[in-house]
Structures are given as structure tokens and as C-alpha cells.
């Protein structure tokens, strides 16, 4: 967990590597020219064809998985984040994550042709079609809100309310029900898709990156996978006894108003955790559960019948489960994501493999792969996102840097490490997009070199062992391929741009925001474009903790529109609050702001 000194650190959503250059958007992708991280994998003709959507290579494909042939591959947006098939099977829809929009497409033949374009806000994540057909649901992580889509029009029908990052849906076998799973508040949201009404809301407490979500064959619940965290200090110790991080899977009945409010089952096995659970996925009889550990390389397979769900499933695995039956481990390698039942075979998108993996469950064996770029030693920034995404560098493979640090971002959560040079002292943990660029580092700042935050955190926060000094450098080589994604709108107006040339009032807001910015409020002495931060700690009137280290170095306000929760230590829930109580101008040397002074600047404040 690398702490980069986040005064404003609320954290962004996902990770977004760009360590690939692109073609230019009028060229077709070459198979096999770049990495193409597949990211997620939807199935054609009941498993004889497979759409995977590459997240780096800004491309989706068409596979023939008998053949194990890429067919097709046509261009998306940038950084596509989940793919969906229609029910007839001859359409489909891509999410663009950077692009703030959804792709549509038609399968003729062997080829992928582009149909339309529909824009739905920023950083849209999972997506699904209606049973019928005749709608498609996308989690809009950077709005905070679940949309549907007409196909037939491409136009956005309505908006649901859905904080904080929804990543994950699912749809009831009758259509019913859509569930949206939200990664950084820890909430799985249920509507009624007839009437559009919320049909109920549950908080799964400590839950944090909540991957798969799926109903159960029957419709009577929702499984989510996640993990949790504990507020005990981060030592060998706690790691070894599952105090700091748990892999779980939480199943909540659809009844509304009942108690308990959902059940457990722990994942992870005594000296041999399972690392960042992610794609979850049900046989069509329901009778066998599949959950992919991205950061410990790894297929679990459970059988769902006399699964001991608990109020309280505690650190370990159960075992009773433990029998070589109930449960078993498939070794997979590099980065298993999504997985999708094919008949009787498990379909993997495994993105640092760069393939598609095809699983025999009754065997519990890896059958065969299909290679979807050609194999190349990586790059030493891939070497480098390897590591980072790697449960097993840690101590009995527990958590990743990812697991706190999510896709290169964060995951909104309180740590208490060593980070600071203390024990009780939690600090929440920032986010890494453009860290190798806003130095120093740790939230006091006493870090001056990145490769060696980067090799203590392999020592003294995950308990491995030391990286080799390549290693070290392949990581800060990775941290400098991250930063933040686009917003739709980034433009920020001249002051002395004629009115008639500044028609949105919005943008008017953002001018007169970055006014105050720099000259009433004061905030620019601390916050230098571009990176909006300075060297140096400072006392901005919060009290370190306990801390030895003095001030506070100013965060990087780039991003603040996909963070939150704020401050050091989380404390402000919004910037409205970080304004009003914790960090007023005033508290800098500034003046008071009137209230549409305040909202100015927050609007300013939201378009870095």
C-alpha cells in the first residue's frame, strides 16, 4: 500500500493502465502488436463463440473457441471495461471507461461491425441486457448511478441512484430483478426492473471492491464476492490470523426487510489465502459456485449444496469444506478475471496472460488456453503490473497492492501501517494515478524516493519478501504509467473569454471557481497546477495522530470528481464538508467564501 500524501485523498475509482501505445482510432487492431488484457468475456451459441474486450488495447474480439482463432477484432473506445450480448445473440454492447460511453455492435458472420455510439456518463463498468431485450443496464462508476439504454434509439430511458462506484450488475433468470453491486461504500442495491422501483438497499459491513455479483439459480438470492477489512495495525501477525484483510462471499435474499440482512461463507485458507476474489459465476443448475482469486491466480470450485452460510464465517474457510470435494483450487496463473459457464466448461478472461482460459470443473483442471495476442517477454512496466496485482508477494498471499490500492487507484478504505513510521495512526489510502509525478511521498511527506516507498511497502506493509532491486524498478516503472482518467468535460474557460463564446453555465462556474481558487480562497499556494500540489509538509490545522512526522504535504487535487472519502484520514465524506469544516480557506489564510462562492469553487474543484 503505497501511501502518496493525500491531503483531498479521496480515492479514484479504478486503475486504467496505459502502458500500451495505441493505433490511431481508424486503424484496426493487429492481433498480437500490443498487450490486450482481456478484461471480461461474454459467450456466443451456447459457448462455441466467445466476444472478450481487451482493456489496453482498446479493442474487442471475436473467438472461436473450438478452433481457438481470433476471428475479428474491431475498435472500441478507450479502455473498455465490460462486454454484453444481446439475446438473439447477433448484438452487442461494449462499455468505455475512458471514453465515457457504450459501443454498439453486430456479429455478421465472422466479423464485428460497429453500429453506434451512446454516451452515458463518466467511467461506465459492468453492463447487461434485459431478458428481452429491449433494455441495457450500465454501471456509470463515475456518476454514481445504474442507467438503461434503448437499443433501439441508443438514448439513456432512466437513471437510478447507485453510490459509491457501482461496478458490478446482475439480472434475475425472469428478469425481474437488477442488482448493482457498489466496490467503495460496500452496498448491494435491488430494483424491481417492471416499475424502476428500488425494491431494497444492504450494506455488507467492512466490504470493500466488491467484484462478482450473481442470482442464484432459484432467484431467491444475490451472492456478492468482496473482501473486508479490520481496523487492527497491519503487522506479520494479524496478516497470518486474517485480522487485516478476508475474502468472502456474502449471499442476501431478495425478501426485503428480513434479518439477518445476508450470510458469509470466508474463502481464504489457513497459510494460503485466497487473494482478491473477483468473477463470480453459477452453474446453470446452480449446484456449482466459481470464483476467480485475480491476485492468487486461482479458480475456486464449490459445490453450493450444504454451503455453511453464517452470520459470523470468521477468518478461515471453513472446514468442513476442506474435503478435496466441496472445495477445490484450479491454478491459473497471471490475472483471472471474469468467468462464464459454458455448458459443462468455465470460460476465463485472464488479463496479464493476455488469453482466454477454458476450465473443466468436473475434472477441476485447466483444459486448454487460447492465446489472444502473440507471446512476447513483457515490458518492464508489465513485469511491473504483474507484481502489483501479485496476493502472493505478500505474507500467505493475503492481499495485493492492489487490494488497497485499486487498479493503480483506491479503494476509499483506512489502513494503519507503517507507511508513517507509527502504529495507531490510520491514514485512508490514496490514490496512485500520477504518483511517480507529485513527490514527495507518504502523507507527511517524508519519502523522497519513490523505489524505496515502493520497497518498504514489500517488507513492511505486506510482510513478503524484499524485492529484488528489478523488481523495484519494474513497479515504479508501472506507477508511472498511471494517471487519471479524462472527464467528459476537462476544458476550463479563460477568464477573458467573451460570454457569447462561454454558452454553459457550468463553465462560467468553473471560471469564476478557478479565480477564487488562486486569488480570494488561497488554495493555489499549496496546490501549483498542473498536478495542483507542492514539495514540502505544512500545518494546515489537523491533528497528525500520533504521528512523528509533522504537516501534512498538499495532495494532488487532480481526480477529486472520482474520490472521496477526503483528508488524511477520511474523516470528510465530502468536499462540501472538507470546504465547510476541515480545510476552509480560512484555515490557510484565505478568506470566507460566500455560498455561491463555495459552489463555484467546488466546481472548479471537480472539473481537475
Known amino acids: 500500500m503505497f501511501r502518496r500524501i493525500v ?129 441495457l443496464f450500465v ?78 439459480a432459484d432467484g431467491d438470492h444475490v451472492i456478492c464476492a468482496h473482501v473486508v477489512r479490520r481496523d487492527l495495525p497491519v ?140 507471446v512476447r517477454k513483457p515490458t518492464l512496466a508489465r513485469h511491473g503490473e504483474a507484481i502489483f496485482y501479485d496476493a502472493k508477494r505478500s505474507h500467505n498471499q493475503w492481499f495485493s497492492c492492489h487490494t488497497c490500492h485499486t487498479d493503480g487507484h483506491t479503494s476509499g478504505q483506512n489502513f494503519d501501517t507503517l507507511n508513517d513510521d507509527s502504529f495507531g495512526t490510520t491514514k485512508l489510502t490514496p490514490t496512485l494515478r500520477n504518483v511517480a509525478r507529485t513527490g514527495p511521498w507518504t502523507w507527511h511527506g517524508w519519502q523522497k524516493d519513490l523505489g524505496a516507498s515502493v520497497a518498504k511497502s514489500f517488507t513492511d506493509t505486506m510482510y513478503g519478501p524484499p524485492g529484488a532491486k528489478e523488481d523495484v524498478r519494474a513497479v515504479v516503472a508501472f506507477l508511472e504509467t498511471l494517471e487519471h482518467p479524462p472527464l467528459p468535460t476537462r476544458d476550463v474557460p479563460k477568464r477573458d473569454v467573451p460570454k457569447r463564446d462561454v454558452p454553459k453555465r457550468a463553465d462560467r462556474a468553473i471560471a469564476r471557481g478557478a479565480a477564487l481558487f488562486s486569488e480570494k480562497a488561497r488554495c493555489a499556494r499549496c496546490h501549483r497546477p498542473p498536478f495542483y500540489t507542492v514539495p514540502g509538509a505544512y500545518d494546515v490545522k489537523l491533528d497528525s495522530g500520533g504521528s512523528p512526522h509533522d504537516g501534512f504535504n498538499p495532495p494532488s487535487l487532480n481526480g477529486l470528481s472520482d474520490r472521496g472519502p477526503y483528508l488524511h484520514d477520511g474523516r470528510a465524506k465530502t468536499l462540501e464538508e472538507v470546504l465547510r469544516t476541515w480545510h476552509t480557506p480560512r484555515h490557510v489564510g484565505g478568506a470566507a467564501l460566500t455560498e455561491d462562492e463555495e459552489r463555484d469553487l467546488l466546481a472548479f474543484l471537480r472539473s481537475l
Not at 475498435?75 to 475512458?98: I, Q, Y
Not at 450488475?169 to 426492473?193: E, I, K, M, P, Q
Not at 478476508?246 to 440482512?261: H, Q
Open 7 to 135: 491531503l483531498l485523498a479521496p480515492l479514484l475509482t479504478l486503475c486504467l493502465l496505459c502502458q500500451c501505445q495505441k493505433p490511431s482510432v481508424a486503424d484496426v487492431p493487429t492481433p498480437g502488436s500490443t498487450d490486450r488484457s482481456p478484461i471480461d468475456v461474454a459467450l456466443l451459441e451456447d459457448g462455441r463463440r466467445a466476444v472478450v474486450v481487451h482493456h489496453t488495447a482498446d479493442s474487442v474480439a471475436l473467438v472461436d473457441l473450438q478452433t481457438g482463432k481470433v476471428l475479428d477484432e474491431a475498435r472500441t473506445g478507450r479502455k473498455p471495461a465490460a462486454v454484453a450480448v444481446h439475446p438473439d445473440g447477433k448484438r452487442l454492447a461494449v462499455s468505455n471507461h475512458w471514453s465515457h460511453d457504450v459501443h454498439f455492435f453486430a456479429v455478421e458472420g465472422n466479423k464485428l461491425v460497429r453500429q453506434a455510439v451512446a454516451p452515458v456518463g463518466p467511467l461506465p463498468r459492468g453492463l447487461l441486457y434485459s431478458n428481452t431485450g429491449d433494455r
Open 139 to 216: 454501471a456509470v462508476a463515475g456518476a454514481d448511478e445504474v442507467v438503461a439504454i434503448d437499443p433501439a434509439t441508443h438514448k439513456v430511458t432512466r437513471r437510478w441512484p447507485a453510490p459509491r462506484e457501482p461496478r458490478e450488475l446482475a439480472l434475475s433468470a425472469d428478469g425481474r430483478w437488477l442488482a448493482a453491486a457498489s466496490s467503495r461504500s460496500g452496498h448491494v442495491r435491488v430494483w424491481n426492473t417492471a416499475t424502476g422501483e428500488l425494491h431494497w438497499e444492504r450494506q455488507i459491513v467492512d466490504a470493500f471492491n466488491l467484484r462478482g455479483l450473481a442470482f442464484t
Open 235 to 374: 503487522t506479520k501477525g494479524h496478516i497470518e490470523e486474517g485480522w487485516i484483510i478476508d475474502s468472502r462471499l456474502t449471499r442476501l435474499p431478495l425478501k426485503a426487510n428480513v434479518t439477518p440482512p445476508y450470510l458469509q461463507i470466508a474463502l481464504d485458507v489457513r497459510g494460503e489465502a485466497m487473494g482478491d476474489p473477483h468473477g463470480l459465476a453459477l452453474s446453470p443448475d446452480g449446484k456449482l459456485l466459481a470464483v476467480t482469486g485475480s491476485g492468487s491466480h486461482e479458480l475456486i470450485l464449490m459445490h453450493t449444496e450444504n454451503l455453511p452460510w453464517n452470520t459470523d464465517p470468521g477468518d478461515f474457510i471453513d472446514g468442513r469444506l476442506l474435503d478435496g470435494k466441496q472445495h477445490r483450487r484450479v491454478a491459473l496463473g497471471g490475472r483471472p478475471l471474469a468467468a462464464k459457464f459454458a455448458k459443462d466448461r468455465i470460460v476465463i478472461a485472464n488479463y496479464l496472460s493476455d488469453a482466454l482460459q477454458i476450465v473443466d470443473p468436473g475434472a477441476g483442471k485447466l483444459e486448454r488456453t487460447v492465446a489472444l495476442s502473440e
